[in-house]
């Protein structure tokens, strides 16, 4: 159970709708959670499944208050997002994650509240150009009157950076020189310690990966291979490509060169963790491809499908810029395995170069990832944000002669 909630605190509001896959909820999470323990900011986390909530946090206890179903943990208050919506106080932030339209009646009491709150738009992740040159913008509400700013995560200043603990660092490297950890924490996972011998990889992806090439080439590579996959969607694939290949129905199977053994989904922080031990990571979506940035590894990206192909040209402004430092032949090794984990081209025509370019992008990876973590985060930018709406506010109220409302401006 979390502390009290400091009242004195700035209050923030996040909305957030389950679209698909849990992505969203895990974005949002996070960046409660670091507002509330890393910058004493006073969160309710308004979500419309909290099943998906309990599956990042088991661990997190249940309550209910007044019919509406609350509970608190890492100083966070997560609220069920219900309809009707309750009748709260508005928060001085309001951020509604990926265009989610908070309700009707808590846009009104927006709209009444004696000093309007900060009213923010939390942006998809994209390495695209333009989200530099939409980062910040403002638009005003055509029947509220409020102004809404919009905040794009990204890779480069002029975006909102991306989510990052302050103490993740110092975090990731206790664990990564610990290797009793690390030997307990895959042992808890596995049953057993993996071979010391064998490459070590995650799988996160969703379905449409053409998954039997490439573990028909892990099963008879040089090298072998211990995988790990947590449960969720792809789990479905990799137990058809194994009813195929090997008997038993156990956890843990052997193919050949090829161990795979099914873990439980993970809570983000073990998440983390898995990330941390592996030595190839396979992410999908954006809450694990933004955490697999912060691991030692290489990892390969597979993109939420999109109509019309769209998905690719996210993809691409993303290995553009990933690569933009690397050498040809590995940044070309790279490009060619993500298209084709991706359904463009071959796995098993491109898994050796790519396997052979691993050193590299290790070395590239290491580089890239210090680099993005001397940038400021996305935490810190949305708080800035709002101290500039409180300064700006607390200006013009002194222009027009009067004091601002609200008891924390």
Known sequence: ????????????????????NMGDIGVCWRLARTLALHHGISVRLWLDDFAAFYRLCPDAPAAFVVDR??????????????????????????????????????????????????????????????????HGLHSRHPRLGLEKVFVFPGFVAGTGGLIREPDLFEERNRFVADADARSAFLAGLCGQPPSPLARLVSLFAYEQAPLGELLDEWASGACPVELLVPDGRVVRDVSRWLDTHARGSDRRRGVGRLTVTRIPFLAQRDYDRLLWCCDLNFVRGE??????????????????????????????????????????????????????????GSLAATWAVFQAAL????????????????RHDLAGTLVKFYEDAVKSQVFQSRMNGSEPGGKHH
């Open 287 to 344: 809450d694990s491809f933004v955490r697999a940035q912060w691991a030692d590894a290489p990892f390969v990206w597979h993109i939420y499908r999109q109509a019309d192909d769209a998905h690719l040209v996210k993809l691409d402004a993303f290995m553009a810029r990933y690569c933009e430092t690397m050498d040809p032949p590995t940044a070309e090794a790279l490009r060619a395995f993500w298209l084709a984990w991706n359904g463009v």
């Open 1 to 20: 159970m979390n502390e009290s909630t400091d009242r004195s605190a700035p209050r923030w509001d996040i909305f957030c709708r389950l679209v698909d």
């Open 359 to 374: 050193p590299n992008l290790a070395a590239h990876h290491r580089r890239w990832r210090d680099r993005l973590g001397a």
């Open 69 to 134: 179903r609350v509970t608190r943990y890492d100083r966070v208050e997560v609220c069920e997002w219900s309809d009707p919506f309750p009748a709260v106080e508005v928060a001085d932030c309001v951020i509604e994650a990926f265009a989610c339209d908070p309700p009707e009646s808590y846009l009104d009491a927006m709209r009444r509240r004696a000093s309007s709150p900060l009213w923010v738009n939390l942006e998809y992740l994209t390495a695209e150009s333009w989200a530099s040159e939409c």
